[in-house]
């Protein structure tokens, strides 16, 4: 499976300790439309040439307003920078996987969508649906939208903003989507080869990081990017490390569970050593498909937090390499 950024909360939280104030600010405009093709679906669409792509031929599209933006999007935090997403995802139809299965597949609690109505895309029927929540800097908004355009491939459509500022791009995703021609199954000429290359998982072989004020090993083949180790296979999986200011505070219980109860499904703390030092840990559910543990350590008046996901069917690539890293931590 190639690398894309999953939607993964199905309940909205806040997990940071410490945040800025998010807000509007400057709101990325849509300038100049720009037309990407996926040859490999046959899909088309405009898309603001100003904004940040990230793409996947053959499965996925993303464009975002800026790349802060984009790792918002990766958590659904509830406070953070503004702006918005525009993601394709191409799903293949077989007598398992229909329309209604993709349709009924949600990516946040049903009661948040509306009831879903018929319109036309690409000169066939779809469904759309909405969805909106409040978050600590204001309304969030998105719309769905599922097609097919040959009964083979599903072509499911998210426009989605951040901070209240759906309607600053609303015109503009309204011209993007009636420029979408849909994915469709396309079959390889008897004279082609086609190679899909798929992104390895992590390695076993790490090496040592730093940040502020701790080191870490990693697997050799992950970077770090918007503030998280992670390779080119999988966008929900990864370790990522915080450091936060407790002068405040030497309660470690305390910080700990302030940190836990805002965590879906959480465990109660468990007490363990990191590196020689106290230090706790407390499994939670980012999402029924992803899996997820965070680990605290208090040392010279920081809170240190690491946090790991995976993507739970391909946890026996993920989850064991992760907790081994986990545990190389030092902190000053």
């Not at 083949?221 to 505070?249: C, P, Q």
């Not at 910080?255 to 050593?273: C, D, F, M, Y």
């Not at 790991?308 to 986990?326: A, G, L, M, S």
Request: glycine share 8%.
């Amino acid at each position: 499976m190639k690398k894309f950024i999953m939607i993964v909360l199905s309940v909205i939280i806040a997990t940071a300790f410490l945040s800025n104030c998010g807000g509007k600010g400057d709101v990325v405009e849509i300038k100049e439309l720009k037309v990407y093709e996926d040859a490999a679906m046959g899909f088309s669409m405009k898309y603001p040439e100003n904004w940040v792509i990230q793409q996947v031929p053959g499965a996925r599209f993303l464009v975002f307003t800026s790349r802060a933006v984009k790792s918002r999007f990766v958590r659904y935090d509830a406070l953070g920078v503004a702006g918005a997403k525009i993601e394709i995802l191409f799903t293949s139809l077989d007598s398992n996987t229909t329309m209604d299965t993709v349709i009924a597949n949600k990516l946040f609690e049903k009661d948040f969508y509306t009831n879903p109505v018929k319109v036309t895309i690409d000169g066939v029927q779809a469904t759309k649906q909405e969805f909106d929540f409040e978050l600590e800097d204001g309304p969030f908004h998105g719309e769905v939208y599922y097609a097919t355009k040959d009964n083979k491939i599903a072509t499911t459509i998210y426009f989605e903003a951040f901070g209240g500022t759906y309607d600053e791009y609303k015109k503009g995703f309204e011209e993007i989507l009636a420029s979408i021609k849909l994915g469709q199954k396309i079959e390889a000429k008897p004279d082609t080869v086609t190679v899909l290359e798929e992104a390895d998982p992590p390695s076993q072989t790490t090496r040592t990081v730093s940040g502020e004020g701790y080191s870490i090993d990693i697997p050799d083949n992950f970077s770090k990017e918007s503030g998280m180790y992670l390779g080119k296979r999988r966008g929900d999986s990864y370790i990522k490390v915080e450091s936060f200011d407790a002068l405040k505070t030497k309660d470690f219980s305390k910080l700990v569970e302030e940190n836990r109860k805002k965590l879906p499904g959480a465990s109660a703390a468990q007490n363990i050593t990191i590196g020689g030092e106290k230090a706790a840990k407390v499994i939670y559910t980012p999402s029924g498909k992803v899996g997820g543990e965070m680990y605290f350590v208090l040392k010279n008046k920081r809170l240190y937090r690491i946090t790991i996901n995976w993507f739970r069917d391909e946890e026996k690539d993920f989850k064991p390499i992760f907790q081994k890293c986990v545990m190389t931590l030092k902190v000053q």
